[in-house]
């Protein structure tokens, strides 16, 4: 019987080595009233019991089907959407399993099961389907963030000590949502605003009797066709308050009557043809004075939505693996079979290296998922803890130091995850569908689907290229916050570089040192062109020009090598994930070699770049600013 879970030998390392679930269960079953395990070893069972059910549900009742899930296209008729019929029977058995609600509290009829268990079968059901996958992930994502607003907001009543929910705000939603009755969505995007969320036009009045009700057109929207959408809309008229004018709704699309029929408070004005992506449902959406009901304070819209969208920017890592897993898979299989020139190709160098690569690759972006979703569940438990007022004065102090730390590093690897995941996702899957030929191209093997699959998780939740601004931003900013200490820490990285006591530390800490070196080459050229700007400043006015920062206008070059700053952390991130790992687990340190391998050589070519390319574009695109000569540092080269 096919399975993807006990098929997948890393995949098992995680489960039932690496993750520390003990941890995790203490901060889940904060309640000893409620808790049903008698150990935590209890707990893990359980855990792997719905894994490997799970692991066999989607391999052999989504995974033979994606080529029929990829022909039959949802479509609008009568102003609702008509879901096909195999994704109509994917999602009644899903249904029945009742998997919607399992990381919400049990209180509310949840199965109050880690979020990293969910994020692992996220894996697995985007190995059978991605975009089936996405559409599942409606269910328990908009009603866990509908809980966890409230709890942000103080509508949701809990007993200090247990944690346990008596009240919460948004109770009914959450009841459908992980019934699988109803679906949610995130509706961010218009015609004029997708990555510029500072230019949405949607808006939200508020009438004389304080109730809400919200106006404008929303695009893309996956899962939209559902009742429960989340919109970000502008709530006040000043133009100056930019993203500060934006605050966030819960819109019901439609209500029901008694017997269950829709009345309609929206209008879906199409469903959108995609390239892939079949699975799911995407819509664009009006809203013509539709009530709406405030989430949080006016004008936090853009924070609360970033934290929804930090969460569902983890999970794109998870799909991402998933999908990998089944191009590399793919093309391995093919490989094995396919004769050429006397031996399958899969004995031939250049496919052999493909694989191989693929095959590293996916083993470093599962490490690294694995770490950031770790980080920032148990830091968001932890805070919960906190907020709740649990523990003594001393305990609860330790907590804030734990949390800060799990904070930054998730904070740190989150674009990282969202970033390396996508685009590893349509670099395998271009290379499945190479390494297939002429096959590939045609629609038989399903190559061709994963590739066209895989080229919307670069876009969605934040394109590579947003992502790649974050990572590069955060980065600067904590250098410019402690620039001291980070002139210490490239100098003790680059003494380890070279002097590090075996060939695994030298080489992880090379490629961090090239990090941290591309960053002060960076930082060195944004003040020299500031300092060089000055000529052209009256003396007068210099001592305010230079107190003025603009990131458009004086980072850049920052800016600039924005994407290739992001790969070169990227692998850092990794090789010190994989070299942390194997302190405990020494036998998997022929995955780090082969990562170190290849991230030496990739991480080289980029830091070249970034020290040698971009000049003459800079100078195009501001012209009239000169940027100073180019200098190369020669001795940063030679080190690199
Ligand atoms: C299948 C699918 C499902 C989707 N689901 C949803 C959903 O559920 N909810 C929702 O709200 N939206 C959804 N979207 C919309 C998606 O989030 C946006 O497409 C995405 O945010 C990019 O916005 P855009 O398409 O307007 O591109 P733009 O923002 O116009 O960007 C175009 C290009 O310019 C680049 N770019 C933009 N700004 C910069 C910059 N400052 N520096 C460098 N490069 C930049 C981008 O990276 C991109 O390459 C979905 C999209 C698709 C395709």
Known sequence: MANFFTDNEDLQFYFDKAIKWDKLIELVENNPDDNPYESPQEAVDTFKDI??????????????????????????????????????????????????????????????????????????????????????????????????????????????????????????????????????SMDLTEAHAGSDLAQLRSKAEQDENGDWFVTGTKIWITSGHGRYHIVIARSEDDPDLGLDGLSLYLVEAFTRDEQ???????????????????????????????????????????????????????????ESLGLCESAYRMAKEFAAERPAMGKTIDKHEMIADMLDEMDVDILGLRALCVDTAYNEEIARRLDMQNKRGQGDEATQKARSKDIRYRRKRSRMLTPLVKYYGSEKSVQIARRCMQIHGGSGYMTEYGAEKLLRDSLVLPIYEGTSQIQSLMATKDSLQFIFADFTGFMQRLSSTRIKASMGSDKRTRMTAKIRWRALSAQRHLITKIIANKGWALKDIPSGQRMAFLKDWDAKRDFAPALLHAERLTRILCDAAIAEVLFKQIEQFPERASILDRFLERADARTQAMYYEILHTGERLLNDLHEGSQNPPEAANENDEAAA
Request: proline residues 3%; glycine residues 8%.
């Open 51 to 184: 894994f490997e059910m799970f692991g066999q549900f989607v391999a052999e009742e989504i995974a033979p089907y994606a080529e029929e899930i990829d022909r039959q296209h949802p479509r609008l008729e009568n102003g609702e959407v008509i879901i096909p019929e195999r994704v109509e029977k994917i999602f009644a058995a899903l249904k029945e399993l009742d998997l919607h609600g399992m990381a919400l509290p049990r209180e509310l009829g949840g199965m109050n099961t880690p979020l990293l268990l969910y994020s692992l079968l996220i894996e697995v059901f985007s190995r059978a389907d991605v975009s089936t996958m996405s559409h599942f992930s409606f269910h328990q994502g908009i009603a866990l963030s509908l809980l966890f607003y409230s709890i942000l907001e103080d509508t949701t009543e809990m007993d200090s000590e247990t944690g346990a929910i008596k009240e919460t705000r948004f109770k009914d939603a959450i009841a459908k949502l992980i019934a699988g009755e109803e679906w949610g």
């Open 260 to 318: 269950g029929n829709k009345i309609r408070h929206t209008t879906l004005d199409r469903v959108d043809e995609k390239l892939g992506h079949h699975g799911s449902v995407t819509v664009a959406i009006s809203f013509d004075r539709s009530p709406a009901q405030l989430i949080g304070k006016r004008g936090d819209g853009f924070k609360l939505m970033l934290m929804l969208m930090n969460n569902a920017r983890i999970s794109v890592g998870f």
